[in-house]
Structures are given as C-alpha cells and as structure tokens.
C-alpha cells in the first residue's frame, strides 16, 4: 500500500512539473500507457485473492483515478498557455484586402430573360406560364394547325403515349381532336412536349377576359440539334387581344422591345410577309445590322458597307380561328402575337457563336459569358449594359 501511496505522490508531481504538453504526454504513456506502470499494477489484481483484492483493489483504481484527473487538469492549463503565447504572438493585419470568395454566375438565358421581362413589364405586359406536356388541342388544334402540317410529324414533335383517359377529357371540354396524332396513327391524340409557347396564349385567352396584353417565355422542344438547334431550347412570345388592334400597334411594339433590348436607338426593322397557321397576315421581322470593327452588330444602316438584314422573329395578327377556338368573337376583338428564341437572342446580343454550349455545363464558359448575381437589369441603366465577360 505505501509503494502505491508512493507512485501516487510521484506522479502528482512530474505531472505539475511539465512545463509543455510533450511532457505531460510522456508522463501518461509512462503511467498509463500499455507498458506503464499503472496499468501494469491494473493487471496484477487479477492474480490477487480475493482478500488481497478487496484491500488492494480500491487503492489501485483510485492510483489511477488520481494520475488521469491530474493529467486532464494539466492539460487544460498548458492549453491554454499556448494559447494565449500563440494569441500575442500573432497579429491579423485588418487593413488587407480579403481572398476573392467564389462566386457563382447568372446563366446568360436567365439573364435574357429577366431583361425580356423588364422590358415587356415597362410596356404593360404581364407574365403568363403554362405546362410543358401539352395535349395535342392546346399545342396544334386551338392554334389553327390541322393535322398535315409538317410541324406534328414525328422528326419535329417530341410524342408521349397516348393517355387512356383522352376521350374522356375530350368529352369534358378539352377539345382534343379524337383520330390523329399527326404522325398517321389513329386512335386519341397522344400528348406533347410543348413544340412552342404558343399553349400559354390559348390557356390565357380562355382562362382569362379580355384586354389582355402577356408573354410567355419558358421551355419548349423540338427534335433538332446542329450549331444553332437543341432539342430543347428556350423561347418567348408576345399576345395582345383587345378591340381595334392593327398592324400598327405591332410594329411599333417590336422596334419598341428591339431597341430597348440591344440598348440602340437606330434599330431598324423590316416585316417580310410569311405564313403561319395561328395568325393572318403573318410577317417575319428582319433587323437590320453593320459592321463595327470587325464584329456584326445590330443596328445601322442596313444598306451600307457590310450591313443586311438578319431574321430575328416572326409575328402576326392572331386569326380570327384561333380567337373563336378561345371562346371569344373575332368581330370584336383582335390581337397581334410574336415569337422568338431566347437563346438566339442571347447569342445576338453576347456574341455567342454556338448555340449547343449554352446547355453543356462547362463552367469555364459560364465564367466567360455569365452574369454576377447582383448585375439585376433595369430600363433606368441599361439591360445587360455591363457586357459580357466580367461577372
């Protein structure tokens, strides 16, 4: 009992005696290490009798209850001197510039988007949403196109099974046309992958009363992919329905929209007449663009050096069989509609030369042509003023 009385008051000593945490960490290995002799006296009780042990035993655990409580408190101090050494040994220049922190980058679509939309809001436009499978009366029929148009072959559309439930929803009103699909197969017309945001513009006008004055951007699909196509792609389109609308008003919408989108006043616009089946008469609009340094750009005059026209959108006045689809009367009310790509736009306005890039994921390019998170456009500044390159 005196030998373990004795290891005790050594122990207690050599641990308030160490002046550093290597020390200290050398006492306990000598102590209670696998080898130490605390825990050598720890393996010994086992060979003891059990009148031995109960003399012992108590005196042996509180020999190490001791050495492990004084190496715990020990501890805690020469931490906490070494911190306090390293706390006035050190010092932090405040006054330093902090490490760039990473950021992330605004998609050039989304940012065209929100120009899009602040400009159309400046206008009176409101923003109208709508789903992206389609059933086919919403995507072709109520749009005035009949089933021999190019548009529902199956190279074009991108075609879901057809839904068990379509007469039935037919029969509810959904005015889904009963034979075709378009592709030459019979039966209920089978849902779409919306081929345009034209569905947006039907669902508005029967959901809502007219004056109406909306555009719907989002997502849409076609089975295309080259430099300048992708499967899926973005677009917007334009809807005004109200009484004694003309030509007119949509033109001046347009060189309005286009100027203040590629943030030049000398954009100059030119309808060519087309054909679409949802309006009559129908327009593709060219801008006109020149060359500075090298670069087209658009706006300029046209006819001079190196200018021309470039198509940008196509646009109409809503036929009257498309209005009378949506429960309204085309005697009384009329409309124009416009539609163009997003990401065409934005190639146009940020130099973008390929369009299959803009939907890769390479962060490399999204460092290039993105947009910092706070570059908000606004009319007041400029939408998108700052350039690419620079987030």
């Known amino acids: ?38 825990t050598a006296l720890l393996k010994t009780m086992g060979k003891l009798s059990p009148d031995e042990r109960q003399v012992q035993g108590p005196a042996i655990h509180g020999l190490r209850e001791a050495v492990t409580q004084a190496l715990a408190a020990r501890k805690d101090v020469l931490e906490n001197v070494a911190l306090e050494a390293k706390l006035a040994a050190e010092r932090v220049d405040v006054t330093l510039p902090v490490d760039a922190m990473p ?4 998609h ?11 400009i159309f809001a400046d206008l009176g436009f409101a923003v109208a949403t709508g789903p992206e499978i389609e059933d086919d009366w919403h995507n072709f029929g109520a749009l005035n196109i009949p089933d021999t148009h190019p548009a ?14 379509a007469p039935a929803a037919r029969a509810a009103g959904d005015g889904q046309s009963p034979s075709s699909d378009g592709a030459g197969r019979a039966g209920p017309a089978p849902f779409v992958l919306r081929t345009h945001t034209s569905p947006v ?8 009363k007219p004056p109406l004055r909306i555009i719907a951007p989002g997502r849409v699909y076609r089975s295309d992919w080259d430099a300048t196509h992708t499967p899926m792609f973005h677009q917007i389109e334009g809807l005004v329905i109200d009484k004694g609308i003309t030509l007119g008003h949509l033109k001046w919408t347009l060189e309005t929209f286009l100027r203040a989108f590629f943030e030049r006043d000398d954009v100059v616009l030119r309808l060519r007449p087309s054909y679409f089946p949802f309006t009559e008469p129908s327009a593709e609009v060219d801008v006109g663009f020149t060359v500075e340094k090298g670069k087209r750009v658009i706006g300029g005059d046209p006819n001079g050096p190196g200018g021309g026209w470039m198509e940008v959108l196509g646009s109409g006045m809503v036929h ?11 005697d009384e ?43 908000v456009p606004t009319l007041s500044s400029g939408v998108g003023s700052r350039g690419v390159g620079t987030a």
């Not at 050039?108 to 602040?118: C, G, I, N, R």
């Not at 513009?201 to 809502?208: H, K, W, Y």
């Not at 009257?320 to 085309?330: H, N, Q, S, T, Y």
């Open 152 to 165: 529902r072959a199956m190279q074009d559309t991108f075609y879901l099974e057809p839904q068990a439930q």
């Open 108 to 118: 050039p679509v989304s940012q065209v988007m929100d120009e899009l939309a602040e």
């Open 201 to 208: 513009q039907i669902r508005t006008m029967m959901q809502q």
């Open 320 to 330: 009257p069989k498309v209005i009378a689809a949506c429960g309204l009367d085309p």
């Open 103 to 106: 950021a992330g980058s605004v």
């Open 333 to 375: 009310w009329q409309g124009f509609a416009f539609g163009c790509g997003i990401d065409r736009l934005a190639m146009l306005k940020y130099g973008i030369d390929d369009l299959r890039p803009v939907f890769e994921g390479d962060i490399r390019w999204l460092k290039h042509y993105g947009f910092a998170a706070l570059d």
């Open 1 to 38: 009992m005196s030998d373990i009385e004795d290891m005790k008051a050594h122990y207690l000593v050599a641990i308030d005696a160490c002046a550093g945490l290597e020390a200290l960490e050398a006492v306990r290995v000598e102590a209670l290490g696998k080898q130490g002799r605390v």
